[in-house]
């Protein structure tokens, strides 16, 4: 989401992991400083990463929303009179199939249910559906808030809308439902953007940081953080790469795939947490 700043941004389960960002134009609110501790000491885990692969990604991808779904990846970027919807090939990079939103709306978040693919936009209220496999436009929705991640858990879309708060809203009738507190400890962690439901947990990328927050959609706690400082390397840093966003898993091969916002790289990661002090 969000006009881009051009912030150049510098994560073992059995997960990979690849991921992709989206940022807002407003000053945001202070959000937690999560410090690297260990389990024991009683604050949140702390997980950081190794690389296990990466791919060649659109360095003119202002990344919104990342799926990858039955051996396709589906992206959402963002910026006005540039936003659009995608079908890319993870291991070329090349785009197979490319849907271009409209001037106005600045493209957010992203999720494939189903037989459809539904996109959010930034300050306009107003949601999209598409055809899945055509892209064929179906029709639009309105949201009362900012629209910035977009997941769903199976049963009902998830959004957030950079506000420490998740909103449920219903795929048939696309109304809210409920909501969800964000908090770390006793904490409201606030810029929740790029969502993704991995194995019963939501994961967030929390906007102009390089963290993740994996997130319990039952009491809305943060069980542990992911910290993917350093991921993209100095020598990527030859164009205006942004922020951290995106993130996408792969369910039958059980990888985890994050990349940002005009980043060259998209990447496969497993996570590890740091040694016990």
């Known amino acids: 989401m969000k006009n881009s700043l051009l912030l150049t941004c510098t994560g073992f389960l059995t997960l990979s992991i690849v991921f992709f960002t989206t940022c807002t134009a407003e000053a945001p609110s202070p959000i937690i400083d999560q410090p690297e501790s260990s389990p024991e000491s009683g604050a949140t885990p702390v997980y950081t990463y190794n690389i296990i692969a990466s791919y060649y990604h659109d360095p003119n991808a202002f990344t919104q929303g990342l799926v ?48 459809k693919v539904f996109q959010l936009t930034w300050k306009s209220n107003t949601g999209f559906i598409y055809d899945r496999e055509s892209f064929q436009f179906i029709r639009d929705f309105f949201y009362p808030t900012e629209g910035w991640g977009l997941t769903h858990d199976g049963i009902y879309l998830i959004m957030s809308d950079g506000t420490p708060r998740l909103h449920y809203i219903n795929p048939d009738t696309l109304e809210i439902v409920r909501h969800i507190e964000v908090f770390d400890k006793e904490t409201a962690v606030t810029r929740l953007n790029e969502l993704e439901y991995i194995n019963g947990e939501i994961y967030a990328n929390v906007w102009q940081t390089d963290k993740i927050a994996r997130i319990s959609p039952e009491t809305g706690m943060v069980v542990s953080w992911i910290d993917l400082t350093g991921l993209l390397d100095t020598t990527d840093y030859q164009g205006d790469v942004d922020v951290l966003n995106g993130i996408a898993y792969d369910t039958g091969n059980d990888r985890l795939l994050v990349t940002g916002k005009l980043w060259p790289r998209i990447f496969v990661i497993e996570l590890k947490l740091p040694p016990a002090s």
């Open 68 to 115: 990858y779904d039955e051996g396709i990846l589906y992206e959402g970027t963002g910026r006005y009179g540039q936003s659009s919807l995608r079908k890319v090939n993870l291991e070329s990079g090349e785009i197979l199939q490319i849907h271009e939103l409209p001037d106005e709306y600045f493209g957010e978040g992203i999720t494939v249910f189903q037989d």
